[in-house]
């Protein structure tokens, strides 16, 4: 009798082999894609909004840096990025082609045709040289990486030295009462929610799991230090309902 030493990941609530993971969640993404901004709204209120502006005071981009926008698909935070900077350059790269086509049928995009590309790609294994970005942003993304261990290490590697690591991902209300009403909302409303606007209650309920199986704050702090980042640190946005990570290669 042989061992099986597949090894394994989660998917939402359900554990699946690792070379499985990637194409069930594009399988999410390709089917919410078109609503995709339009669920955003719904599931926060508008407020994810709110938290991506927060997270570019924080990042504060100078003119002339170069942003690669990981998980970026629709292009929000590389459109506020380049507006803050006032000249620069984004890369937006995406697991999933129907993503980028969304974000490059805004408005911006067209506007800012010149300062952006958008790329197919896998965080674990990002197409570009070392030493390449001065910014490294992913916005509700790495929760979706099979090995979000190796997707900061891939961005600790195309990042120069000096570069700025900065991550917008849900996480975990300190307070247990309050997690406790925001899980009844985030397991009872939004698969609901996503029923009704998209169609698609089974994406969303994959969503919700999956925000509960991201490591808490201080967990996901000492996996950026293990990928070489100095400087590390978090920010709690709205009660922890989402964080920011930030680090430096120095």
């Known amino acids: 009798m042989t061992e099986d030493t597949t090894k394994t990941t989660h998917f939402g609530f359900s554990e699946v082999p690792e070379d499985e993971k990637a194409g069930r969640v594009q399988g999410v993404f390709n089917s919410v894609a078109s609503k995709y901004d339009v669920m955003n709204d719904a599931m926060s209120l508008g407020i994810h909004r709110v938290w991506k502006d927060a997270m570019m005071d924080w990042l504060a981009p100078r003119s002339g840096q170069r942003l690669l926008d990981v998980a970026g698909g629709t292009g929000d935070i590389s459109f506020r990025f380049l507006k803050r900077a006032g000249h620069g350059h984004a890369t937006v790269l995406d697991l999933t082609e129907p993503m980028l086509v969304e974000g490059r049928k805004r408005a911006e995009a067209g506007a800012m045709a010149d300062s952006l ?126 964080c920011l990570h930030s680090g430096w290669k120095i």
């Open 117 to 242: 590309d958008w790329v197919v790609g896998d965080a674990m294994a990002l197409p570009f040289p070392d030493n390449t970005f001065d910014v490294y942003t992913i916005s509700f993304g790495i929760r979706n990486v099979t090995r979000p261990q190796d997707a900061l290490a891939e961005a600790f590697r195309v990042l120069r030295p000096g570069g700025r690591l900065m991550v917008l991902e849900f996480s975990q209300i300190p307070n247990e009462m309050m997690q406790k009403v925001y899980d009844l909302y985030s397991f009872n409303i939004i698969p609901r929610m996503g029923q009704v606007i998209a169609g698609d209650r089974d994406s969303y309920q994959y969503l919700v799991e999956s925000i509960r199986r991201f490591p808490d704050q201080e967990t996901f702090l000492g996996m950026i230090r293990a990928a070489g980042f100095e400087q590390a640190k978090y920010r709690n946005l709205t009660m922890g309902v989402a």
